[in-house]
C-alpha cells in the first residue's frame, strides 16, 4: 500500500554550520559569477536610462552623476500615449494566456495523469512533441490560419498561439505532480461523494499550487518577452506589444537611445511584478512541495 | 445500519481474475473483518463494495437494493483509508465537513454533527488545525470522524491501525471495538494483523487467491479450520503440521503413525478416511506438551522424541524450537519457565483432542472436542 502522501521532493534540511567547506565557496563563487553576467545587461540599461544622450554615448559603464542625469527618456516615452497602450497589450496577452495554459494544462495533466484510456500514451506523447519542437517553425502555417480565421492583427491571434506554445511543457510538469497526489486522497474524496470536476479544482489543484507557480513563472517570461509573433500576427498600431513598441525607436539611420533604454527599463517593470506575486509559491515548489 | 450480500461476486484486472465467485452475507451491525496474506484480494474486496472498482460479475446488494452500478456516495458508504487520506489544505473541521457540503446540507446541521462526532472521537479541540499539526492517532480519529458524520450505511477500514505505532494501535483498536458498538453500525474491516481480526470481529472471513477459505467467528476458525490453509493463517506461532498414515479411523477417532513410528491417536471424524491414508496432522504450539525429563511415554499421547534447537523466551511464556529425531522442525509453547535449556533431549505430547488433521487435499476432518483443552506445560 502506499506510503504517507507527502510530494515526492525532499523537506528542507538546516545543514549544520562547520565551517565552510571549499566546494561550497565554489558553488557560490560560481553562482555569484553567473548573477554579474545576468545583471550586468540589465544594470547597464537601468543605468543608461537616466543618463543624457551624450553621455550615453561617450561614457556607457558609468553611473549617472548629477550632470550627466536625465529623465528625458523616460519623459519622451511617457508623453507618447500609444506606450501605455502596447503596455496594456503586452499585460492583457500575457495574462490571458497564461490563465488558459495553467486552466487547460491543470485539466488536460490530470486527465492524462489520472485517467488510463486509450490513446493515452500516444497523447503523452504527442505533448512532448510539443516540447521539442519549437513552434516558430509552424509561423508560416500558422499566420495563413490567422488570415483565414480574419484574426490578423488582433490580441487573440497571439493569445491563441501562446497557449500553444506553453501547453506542453505545463502539461507535461502539471502532470508529475498531480502522479504524485496520493490516490488513496481522491479516492476518500469520491468516498465522499465529490465529482470529478470538485476533486480536481477543490483536492488537487490546492495541493499542487506550488508547481502551477513555477508553469507561471516559466511560461509567462517569453510570452512577456516575444517579439516574433506580436511582429507577425499582429503588428498593427492598435496592437502592438511593449516589446515591438519599442522598436519604433529604434530608426533606420537614427535611434532614439534614451526612448529605448528607458521604456526597456519600464518593460521589466510588470514581469517583475507578476514574478514577484508567483515567487513565494515558487520557492516552496522548489524546496518544499510536501502536502502533509 | 445495513446487511450485506454478496452474491457470487467476481473482479478481474483485464484477463488477471483477482476475485473468484464471491458468496458472503454481512448482517446488521456485524463487524467482519477480511483477513489473508499480501495479494489475497482482501483489498480488492474492500474497494469492490466501496465501489472504487467495478465489479466484474455478480450481485452486491446493501439490504434488498442492487447496488453494482452505484457510486460509494450513492451506495452509503463510507471509507476509512490507511494512509488517512486527510485533504491537506483542509483543517480538520473542513475535513469532516466537506462531503456534508458537497451534499448540501445546511451550515447548521453540518456544524452539529461535525461537532458531535468531534466529542465522540474526543477531537474537538482539534477542529482550528490543519493535518500536518496532528499526530497520526489523531489523524486517524479524524479520519474516522469524516467517515461517521455522513452516518453511511455501512463502515470498510483498510487496514486503518498499520500506520500507528504499537501501543496507540492497542489503544485505538479498543476504541474502535466500542465505537463498533456504539453505533451498532455496519463494518468490514480489513487486516493482515491476526490480533486485529481475532479481537475486532464479530466474523472473520479468510481470503486466499481470491477465494474464500472459510467464513466464521473467530474461535471458529481457530478451533474447526476448514482446511490447512486456514488453520496455518490463523494463530501464532503457526500450527505445526506432520505427515502421517492412518491406521484404523472411525466417526468417534483417527489412529495414526507418524513418519518417526510414533502413533497419535486424533479425535477427530474420521468416517471419510481410509486404512493406510496420507494425511497430515497439526499440532498447534500451544495445545503440546514437553517433557523434559523422558521416562516412558503414555500409549495414548503423541510421544515423539526431540532436541530443543532455540528458546525464545516472551515473558509470559517461552517458544520452544524443536526437531525430531528425524529432523522435523515443530515450535512449542512452554509455560515460560527456564527450566529447559538448549541441547536437552525431549519428549512431546498433545492430547487426542488437540490434534487437527488434514487429508491430502487439504480439507480438515471434523474436530469432535474443539473446545479449548489444556495449555502447555513443562513437567
Known amino acids: 500500500m502506499t506510503h504517507t502522501s507527502t510530494l515526492a521532493l525532499p523537506s528542507q534540511r538546516s545543514l549544520p554550520r562547520l565551517g565552510i567547506a571549499p566546494s561550497r565557496v565554489l558553488v557560490h563563487l560560481s553562482l555569484i559569477g553567473y548573477l554579474l553576467l545576468a545583471m550586468l545587461p540589465v544594470l547597464l540599461v537601468l543605468m543608461n536610462s537616466f543618463k543624457t544622450r551624450d553621455a550615453i554615448f561617450s561614457d556607457p559603464l558609468s553611473w549617472p552623476t548629477a550632470e550627466t542625469f536625465s529623465l528625458i527618456g523616460y519623459t ?85 498561439v501562446y497557449v500553444a506554445q506553453g501547453l506542453p511543457l505545463a502539461i507535461m510538469i502539471l502532470s508529475e505532480f498531480m502522479a504524485q497526489v496520493p490516490g488513496e486522497l481522491k479516492d476518500a474524496a469520491r468516498c465522499d461523494g465529490i465529482d470529478e470536476f470538485r476533486i480536481f479544482f477543490q483536492v488537487v489543484v490546492p495541493l499542487i499550487r506550488p508547481a502551477i507557480a513555477t508553469v507561471a513563472v516559466f511560461t509567462m517570461v517569453p510570452i512577456w518577452n516575444d517579439l516574433w509573433f506580436p511582429l507577425i500576427l499582429a503588428p498593427s498600431e492598435k496592437t502592438q506589444t511593449i516589446t515591438l513598441g519599442i522598436q519604433q525607436f529604434v530608426g533606420q539611420y537614427a535611434t532614439d537611445w534614451n526612448a529605448v533604454l528607458a521604456s526597456l527599463s519600464l518593460a521589466i517593470v510588470p514581469v517583475v511584478t507578476l514574478y514577484a506575486l508567483f515567487s513565494r509559491q515558487l520557492i516552496r515548489g522548489i524546496t518544499a512541495g510536501a502536502v502533509k | 445500519m445495513a446487511s450485506v450480500t454478496l452474491h457470487q461476486l467476481s473482479k478481474s484486472y483485464g484477463n488477471t481474475p483477482v476475485l473468484h465467485n464471491i458468496d458472503l452475507h454481512i448482517e446488521h451491525g456485524e463487524l467482519v473483518v477480511l483477513v489473508g496474506p499480501s495479494g489475497c484480494g482482501k483489498s480488492t474486496l474492500l474497494r469492490v463494495l466501496c465501489g472504487l472498482e467495478n465489479i466484474s460479475s455478480g450481485e452486491l446488494r446493501i439490504d434488498a437494493d442492487v447496488v453494482n452500478s452505484l457510486s460509494p456516495a450513492e451506495r452509503g458508504i463510507a471509507m476509512v483509508f490507511q494512509s488517512y487520506a486527510l485533504y491537506p489544505h483542509m483543517n480538520v473541521f473542513k475535513n469532516m465537513a466537506f462531503g456534508l457540503k458537497i451534499q448540501g446540507s445546511s451550515k447548521e446541521d453540518i456544524a452539529q454533527r461535525v461537532l458531535a462526532a468531534a466529542k465522540v472521537l474526543h477531537i474537538d479541540h482539534l477542529l482550528e488545525r490543519l493535518p500536518r499539526e496532528l499526530s497520526g492517532g489523531q489523524r486517524q480519529r479524524v479520519a474516522i470522524g469524516r467517515a461517521i458524520v455522513r452516518k453511511p450505511r455501512l463502515f470498510l477500514f483498510d487496514e486503518p491501525l498499520s500506520n500507528l505505532d504499537a501501543s496507540l494501535r492497542a489503544k485505538t483498536r479498543i476504541e474502535l471495538s466500542r465505537l463498533h458498538r456504539d453505533l451498532a453500525a455496519t463494518m468490514v474491516y480489513v487486516t493482515h494483523d491476526q490480533v486485529e481480526a481475532m479481537t475486532l470481529g464479530d466474523k472473520i472471513v479468510v481470503l486466499n487467491e481470491g477465494h474464500v477459505q472459510q467464513a466464521g467467528t473467530p474461535l471458529t476458525l481457530y478451533q474447526q479450520p476448514a482446511n490447512r490453509f486456514v488453520a496455518t493463517f490463523i494463530g501464532s506461532p503457526t500450527i505445526n503440521l506432520l505427515p502421517a498414515r492412518v491406521l484404523e479411523a472411525s466417526s468417534s477417532g483417527v489412529r495414526l503413525r507418524l513418519n518417526d513410528g510414533s502413533q497419535v491417536v486424533a479425535l477427530v471424524d474420521g468416517s471419510q478416511l481410509q486404512t493406510g491414508e496420507s494425511v497430515e496432522i497439526g499440532l498447534r504450539p500451544e495445545h503440546c506438551s514437553v517433557d523434559a525429563s523422558p521416562v516412558h511415554s503414555g500409549s495414548d499421547d503423541t510421544a515423539m522424541h526431540a532436541e530443543i534447537t532455540l528458546v525464545e523466551h516472551l515473558g509470559e511464556s517461552n517458544l520452544l524450537y524443536l526437531k525430531t529425531d528425524i529432523g522435523q522442525e515443530l515450535i512449542v509453547r512452554g509455560d515460560g519457565n527456564a527450566a529447559v535449556r538448549l541441547g536437552d533431549a525431549v519428549i512431546v505430547r498433545a492430547a487426542p483432542e488437540s490434534v487437527y488433521l488434514f487429508r491430502a487435499d487439504g480439507t480438515a476432518a471434523t474436530r469432535l472436542r474443539p473446545g479449548n483443552m489444556r495449555s502447555a506445560h513443562v513437567h
Open chain 1, 76 to 160: 519622451k516615452v511617457m508623453a507618447r500615449s500609444d506606450v501605455w497602450m502596447y503596455f496594456q497589450n503586452s499585460f492583457i496577452v500575457t495574462v490571458a494566456s497564461l490563465f488558459f495554459i495553467l486552466l487547460f494544462g491543470a485539466m488536460a495533466a490530470w486527465g492524462i495523469s489520472e485517467y488510463r484510456f486509450a490513446g493515452n500514451r500516444w497523447l503523452r506523447f504527442f505533448f512532448a512533441f510539443g516540447i521539442m519542437v519549437p513552434i516558430r517553425l509552424g509561423t508560416v502555417s500558422i499566420l495563413q490560419i490567422m488570415v483565414g480565421l480574419n484574426l490578423v492583427n488582433t490580441l487573440s491571434a497571439l493569445v491563441l
